[in-house]
């Protein structure tokens, strides 16, 4: 058993959504599930199950970055028997016509991680979404008029980077936003033969400056999770 999730074979549901934050997997878990228990707290880092309109549903915090969500999700794939994780997170928009507050899909995670290196891979793994959750999503947000951008994305190891225009060669590519964690999640989720997609809501705007604040990003991206939600139980 895993020795980062302090769970027990069949309490964590098929399908899991994935904050990176663990107060918005409580806020998740607290909000939208019916009968919500918690799972874990080892490190703090919180596991919920409940139900969603009658559907079996995990939330599970995978802490910031790259080698935490690989962790979490891994033990999650081998562990626990789960078949699907739709990480619920922030993301920095790169295009001036994505705005904050907008809800963006990771179509493909293009990446500066070494974290490929461990697959043993002989070149440059270009990690995209499980095109099963990705129907499912479509389809949720079209019956639930939650509009959303799909495109590629780019998840990066540093945070604050020295050089402040680092993004302007993504953008000139074509990538549409910043992330931490969707590059490792697809790449778990290929290797595993499981299914993944990273739905982010903007909260930082590289292009005019906007920011949002902690506690927003905690609790009031509800558009996101409800999407996730209503995607979870197709």
């Not at 910031?64 to 891994?74: A, D, R, V």
């Not at 891979?121 to 799909?150: C, Q, W």
């Not at 790449?187 to 927003?216: P, R, W």
């Amino acid at each position: 058993m895993s020795i980062h999730i302090g769970a027990s074979k069949g309490q964590i549901a098929e399908t899991v959504l994935m904050p990176g934050d663990p107060l918005r997997a409580k806020f998740i878990a607290e909000n939208f599930l019916d009968s919500p228990v918690r799972y874990t707290e080892i490190r703090n880092m919180y596991g919920y199950t409940g139900t969603y309109k009658g559907v079996k549903v995990s939330v599970q915090g995978s802490g910031m970055g790259m080698p935490s969500m690989g962790i979490y999700s891994w033990d999650l794939f081998t562990e626990f028997g789960v078949e699907n994780i739709i990480r619920v997170g922030t993301a920095g928009s790169f295009d001036e016509d994505i705005k904050i507050g907008d809800i963006v899909v990771a179509l493909a995670a293009s990446t500066e991680s070494a974290y490929q290196d461990s697959f043993g891979l002989h070149g440059h793994y270009a990690p995209t979404v499980s095109f099963d959750l990705l129907k499912k999503v479509m389809a949720a947000g079209e019956e639930n008029g939650i509009k959303f951008r799909a495109g590629n994305t780019v998840s990066t190891d540093a945070f604050y980077e020295a050089d402040p225009n680092w993004w302007k060669t993504w953008q000139s590519m074509g990538v549409m936003a910043v992330e931490m964690e969707a590059a490792a999640l697809y790449m778990n989720a290929a290797y595993h033969g499981k299914n993944a997609l990273a739905l982010m809501t903007i909260s930082d705007h590289f292009v005019n400056g906007g920011i949002t604040t902690a506690e927003e990003r905690e609790k009031t991206f509800t558009d996101m999770m409800k999407l996730s939600l209503e995607a979870a139980v197709k």
